[in-house]
């Protein structure tokens, strides 16, 4: 089974309200877009579930001012969190994201 937690464009923090689905684990699925406005630097979208930083999602980025997609990142993750928020964020200061990055997390269990 799965379930869409987020679906929408930026800009970042993104937040979201989840009933955790189960006890057992539960693949999470994120993908998403950035840009920088500094050439050369890496950009980095964390992800973070239950005030707990489960993964990021990172991306050298050589050109400056450029959308790019960031690689999808697919988490497992355990535990009976019941009401939670899964948020995503930027992980780094030159990582930016607007109304043109679109940002995706399922949960699949």
């Known amino acids: 089974m799965s379930q ?3 679906n929408q464009v930026g800009p970042l923090p993104i937040t979201a309200p989840v009933s955790w689905p ?7 699925s994120v993908s998403g ?6 050439a050369n630097t890496p950009l980095a979208v964390k992800l973070s579930i239950h005030g707990t930083t489960i993964g990021t999602l990172q991306l ?5 001012g450029t959308h790019m997609v960031l690689p999808a990142g ?4 355990s535990g009976g969190f019941g009401e939670t928020s899964i948020v995503l964020s930027a992980a780094n200061g030159t990582t930016l ?3 043109n990055d679109l940002f995706t997390v399922a949960l699949i269990y």
């Open 33 to 38: 877009s950035a840009f920088t406005q500094q």
């Open 60 to 64: 050298f980025a050589n050109p400056a």
């Open 4 to 6: 869409v937690i987020i």
């Open 97 to 99: 994201a607007d109304k």
């Open 22 to 28: 189960s006890d057992r684990a539960v693949l999470v």
């Open 74 to 77: 697919f988490f497992s993750v």
